[in-house]
């Protein structure tokens, strides 16, 4: 079964930094999906993409924020200058036009 | 109004035994509901999802009853046994907002004992 693949599993950074974390969806989706998930908290909504463009964003996802298409097959998050509070499970998901979201198993992202 | 309530927020079952997860919403707008199963360390997965046109819908042991009036759905799982231990969400999300982003619920998490 055809899966969302995201790398890397865990990126540990410094406050300030910049990371990007890399998602491959699934080939023939069309609508991507970032989704965050702080430790033992519920799964929140960052930002939606479709047609090279960002559809709809959530206001945690803020201008140090961005997505990226960047090929046919990659599709990525940055985070420009992270923070203590971005701490948490980044999960990349990918649907077609007429079947359910698939999520990845997520990049645990640690800000020391 | 975009919240989707969910409870209990850990639940403990004897194998053999049902577990019922309840989730509620205010947003009328809302049109699919699908809950999710997570197992530590992985991602989301889609267990069942029903939409408003049906009262239920079943898929094997698993089991969603919706309840429009009163804007409730729960998943029952019968027969429950130790590998359906994990963190279960509701979530729910609406087809006139575009790119039908997901509001999940905070979580319940299933320990079912041998």
């Known amino acids: 079964e055809p899966e969302v693949t995201q790398t890397p599993s865990h990126q540990v950074t410094q406050m300030g930094q910049e990371v990007i974390l890399r998602c491959v969806p699934i080939s023939n989706h069309l609508y991507f999906y970032w989704y965050r998930q702080i430790l033992g908290q519920k799964v929140e909504f960052l930002v939606s993409?479709?047609?090279?463009?960002?559809?709809?964003k959530s206001e945690i996802f803020d201008d140090q924020f961005s997505v990226e298409r960047p090929d046919g097959s990659n599709f990525t998050l940055k985070i420009r200058s992270t923070k203590l509070e971005d701490s948490a499970m980044y999960f990349c998901?990918?649907?077609?036009?007429?079947?359910?979201?698939?999520f990845g198993n997520g990049t645990r992202l640690t800000v020391t | 109004q975009q919240q989707v309530k969910q409870s209990p927020q850990s639940l403990i079952v004897q194998k053999g035994g049902i577990s019922i997860i309840n989730c509620a919403y205010e947003?009328?707008?809302?049109?699919?509901f699908p809950w999710y199963q997570q197992f530590p360390g992985k991602g989301p997965a889609l267990l069942i999802a029903?939409?408003?046109?049906?009262s239920e819908k079943k898929e094997g042991r698993f089991t969603i009853s919706f309840n429009k009036s009163a804007k409730q759905f729960s998943l029952h799982i019968m027969d429950s046994q130790p590998g359906d231990s994990a963190t279960y969400f509701c979530a729910a999300s609406s087809a006139s907002g575009g790119s039908e982003k997901l509001v999940f619920g905070k979580g319940t998490k299933l320990t079912v004992n041998p």
């Open positions: 029903i939409r408003p046109d049906v």
């Open positions: 998901a990918s649907r077609g036009v007429d079947s359910p979201l698939h």
């Open positions: 993409f479709y047609n090279n463009e960002i559809s709809e």
């Open positions: 947003n009328t707008a809302f049109d699919y």
